[in-house]
């Protein structure tokens, strides 16, 4: 069973990016929206690099720079990004 919940955490990760907030809302992880785009940029590049560590985050390996960049500024409390609809 917990070889099975490990699996379901590792799939769902590989789909997280489009998603962040599913998680980062405040209720399960950090609330990105009241992040800065530099702190979240900063964030995911020290994930990047492996000097932060988390399960759920080693996809943030197979982003691009300009990836970052787009997410840091599309889920910061600078961005534009609207949940609304979930």
């Known amino acids: 069973m917990k070889k099975l919940i490990i699996l ?3 799939i769902a990760a590989l789909f997280a990016y489009p998603k962040c907030t599913m998680c980062h809302n405040g209720s399960v992880a950090v609330d990105l929206s009241k992040m800065s785009y ?3 940029k900063q964030d995911l590049i020290k994930f990047k690099k492996g000097e ?3 399960s759920m985050m080693d996809f943030v ?3 691009s720079d300009k990836e970052i960049d787009e997410a840091a500024r599309k889920y910061s409390k600078e961005g534009d990004y609207d949940d609304s609809g979930y």
């Open 8 to 10: 379901g955490l590792g």
């Open 38 to 40: 530099e702190e979240i």
């Open 52 to 54: 932060m560590k988390h």
């Open 61 to 63: 390996k197979e982003m």
